[in-house]
């Protein structure tokens, strides 16, 4: 049996404007919003997604959830069938935590895939207000992406807010 390998797509843009059935979302572990990717899927997807966060907290994860894990959630308004939310690392220079970064993406698409997802779109997790470097967050999303490509996906799509971080997953994705 032969198997087709997914497409790895770079955009630049706002990943709350994407259609897809999943939605990544760089969140905190408090699953209850912030800024950043997180406000604006928030803000965008409206108040059914926050309404999930709270069951979530409320059921499953009561102490939040840790770093490096993800769950899924509805994705409210967005157009998109889940938001899969994932708590990144914050970036330290005296800790490798690359590990916790590579499970953020390693879980997002396993959990995508158990949800039948064809089509998933990724942050640049962590390279915002969590501070890690871009090259070594590209370097990491794209070889996670690489290692987990198996069916039903096909598509992978980075969504890249600005040029930096757009050619950050380029050089990463010519590696
Ligand atoms: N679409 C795509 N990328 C975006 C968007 C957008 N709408 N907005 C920002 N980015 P960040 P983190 C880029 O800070 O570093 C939140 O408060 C941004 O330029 O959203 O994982 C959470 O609640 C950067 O490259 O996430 C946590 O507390 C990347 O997305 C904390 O921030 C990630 O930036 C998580 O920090």
């Known amino acids: ?14 990943i709350t404007e994407q259609t897809v ?9 408090s699953l209850l919003g912030g800024g950043g990717v997180d406000g604006a899927i928030h803000r965008r997807g409206g108040p059914e997604i926050l309404e999930d966060c709270r069951r979530l907290r409320a059921s499953h994860y009561g102490k939040g959830l840790a770093t490096g894990r993800a769950v899924a959630t509805t ?10 939310h994932t708590v990144g690392p914050v970036w330290s220079k005296e800790e490798d935590r690359s590990a916790l970064l590579a499970s953020c993406y390693g879980q997002s698409l396993a959990l995508a895939r158990e949800l039948g997802a064809e089509t998933v779109a990724f942050p640049a997790i962590s390279t915002g207000i969590y501070g ?27 969504v890249l807010f600005d040029t930096e971080a757009y050619q950050a997953f380029e050089r990463a994705l010519q590696k």
């Open 1 to 14: 049996m032969t198997t087709t390998p997914v497409d790895i797509v770079l955009v630049r843009g706002d």
């Open 21 to 29: 059935d999943v939605i990544v979302n760089a969140a905190n572990s």
């Open 75 to 84: 994705a409210g308004r967005l157009r998109a069938g889940h938001v899969i």
């Open 132 to 158: 890690w470097p871009l090259d070594s967050g590209a370097g990491i999303a794209v070889r996670v992406a690489r290692a987990h490509s198996g069916p039903p996906l096909k598509e992978i799509r980075f």
